[in-house]
């Protein structure tokens, strides 16, 4: 902000007002509604939500609105007002076992119990503009079927019944950091740590998954689940002695299986999943190996040696 020059206020009243002007854009345009940002811009609610750390679609779609568009500006916005509300309390464990599933894809099973659910997703798009957007198209109803009544189990769950992956670790009872509430400082527990990956900006995050799933030597991850639903947030009230529940929120979950090493034993361990509801983040020492390759003609009849080393190299 800058705030160097004296007797600015008008300048900034001033600002402000060509602020609003800018975003009303030409009078002749019916203006946006929140409605309309809300259902038709869902995946910018999405992110300002879960950035913001604030489960309220009106409240980011104003700050979309707000902000002309500018996510990044919408997120500060929803931090800043999050920081004036109370704390009430806070909810049960979310259980993504019992999510009403909208897409589910795994790279682990091919035939996954439950099945797998591509839902809205641009994957298989082919990344081409659609004019027929630009004058009012209005697609055709989407593909309907019966609610299967088979469970979706966890990938996670399957292979921890077979033994075929170490449990992640829990610890029950003990207490949760708030990310909100409290600055972040170092050493961070697991649980600052999820916090801040999940309010990490978007894209920055994707690169680090995308150059931690590609990995590099043996250090190869693969998503064992993408999940996509609603699932039931519950607060336990003390009044009545049980759980109530307040309503359903929209979670994504994912679930990333590796294979990794027992430094102490020098074998392959038995994989490990690390997920968004409960990770252990490993790290082992990666050496890396240098050589250098020379070439001769094939009847040139040199030897081919290894180069020597200098103080300089």
Same mark, same amino acid.
């Given at each position: 902000?800058?705030?160097?020059?004296?007797?600015?206020?008008?300048?900034?009243?001033?600002?402000?007002?060509? =602020?609003?002007?800018?975003?009303?854009?030409?009078?002749?345009?019916?203006?946006?509604?929140?409605?309309?940002?809300?259902?038709?811009?869902? =995946?910018?609610?999405?992110?300002?939500?879960?950035?913001?750390?604030?489960?309220?679609?009106?409240?980011?779609?104003?700050?979309?609105?707000?902000?002309?568009?500018?996510?990044?500006?919408?997120i500060f916005l929803v931090r800043a007002f999050r920081a004036t509300l109370p704390r009430l309390g806070a909810t049960e464990p979310i259980d993504t076992g019992a999510m009403r599933v909208r897409r589910r894809v795994s790279s682990t099973f091919k035939d996954i119990p439950g099945g797998q659910i591509l839902g809205p997703t641009f994957d298989y798009t082919h990344r081409l503009l659609d004019p027929q957007l630009a004058n009012g198209f209005v697609p055709d109803e989407p593909?309907?079927?019966?609610?299967?009544?088979?469970?979706?189990?966890?990938?996670?769950?399957?292979?921890?019944?077979?033994?075929?992956?170490?449990?992640?670790?829990?610890?029950?009872?003990?207490?949760?950091?708030? =990310?909100?509430?409290?600055?972040?400082?170092?050493?961070?527990?697991?649980?600052?740590?999820?916090?801040?990956?999940?309010?990490?900006?978007?894209?920055?995050?994707?690169?680090?998954?995308?150059?931690?799933?590609?990995?590099?030597?043996?250090?190869?991850?693969?998503?064992?689940?993408?999940?996509?639903?609603?699932?039931?947030?519950?607060?336990?009230?003390?009044?009545?002695?049980?759980?109530?529940?307040?309503?359903?929120?929209?979670?994504?979950?994912?679930?990333?299986?590796?294979?990794?090493?027992?430094?102490?034993?020098?074998?392959?361990?038995?994989?490990?999943?690390?997920?968004?509801?409960?990770?252990?983040?490993?790290?082992?020492?990666?050496?890396?190996?240098?050589?250098?390759?020379?070439?001769?003609?094939?009847?040139?009849?040199?030897? =081919?040696?290894?180069?020597?080393?200098?103080?300089?190299?």
């Amino acid at each position: 902000m800058y705030v160097a020059v004296k007797g600015g206020d008008r300048a900034i009243e001033n600002a402000h007002r060509l =602020l609003a002007h800018e975003r009303r854009g030409g009078r002749d345009v019916p203006e946006v509604s929140l409605d309309q940002i809300s259902g038709q811009l869902g =995946l910018a609610v999405d992110r300002v939500m879960s950035e913001g750390s604030l489960y309220d679609r009106e409240l980011a779609a104003l700050a979309i609105k707000q902000a002309r568009g500018d996510l990044i500006e919408a997120i500060f916005l929803v931090r800043a007002f999050r920081a004036t509300l109370p704390r009430l309390g806070a909810t049960e464990p979310i259980d993504t076992g019992a999510m009403r599933v909208r897409r589910r894809v795994s790279s682990t099973f091919k035939d996954i119990p439950g099945g797998q659910i591509l839902g809205p997703t641009f994957d298989y798009t082919h990344r081409l503009l659609d004019p027929q957007l630009a004058n009012g198209f209005v697609p055709d109803e989407p593909a309907t079927a019966d609610t299967p009544s088979a469970p979706t189990p966890r990938v996670t769950d399957i292979l921890g019944r077979d033994g075929l992956i170490e449990p992640s670790p829990q610890q029950e009872g003990a207490p949760v950091g708030d =990310l909100t509430r409290e600055p972040l400082s170092f050493p961070a527990d697991r649980d600052l740590r999820l916090q801040n990956l999940a309010r990490a900006d978007e894209g920055f995050l994707l690169a680090m998954g995308y150059s931690t799933q590609r990995g590099y030597g043996r250090n190869h991850p693969f998503a064992g689940e993408i999940r996509f639903g609603e699932v039931e947030v519950e607060f336990f009230a003390e009044d009545v002695g049980f759980a109530v529940p307040l309503g359903a929120i929209a979670v994504t979950e994912c679930q990333m299986v590796n294979q990794l090493r027992d430094r102490r034993r020098r074998r392959h361990a038995s994989p490990a999943a690390m997920d968004s509801r409960s990770a252990k983040a490993s790290a082992r020492p990666c050496r890396w190996r240098w050589s250098i390759a020379r070439y001769a003609p094939a009847n040139s009849g040199r030897r =081919l040696s290894r180069p020597r080393r200098t103080k300089s190299s």
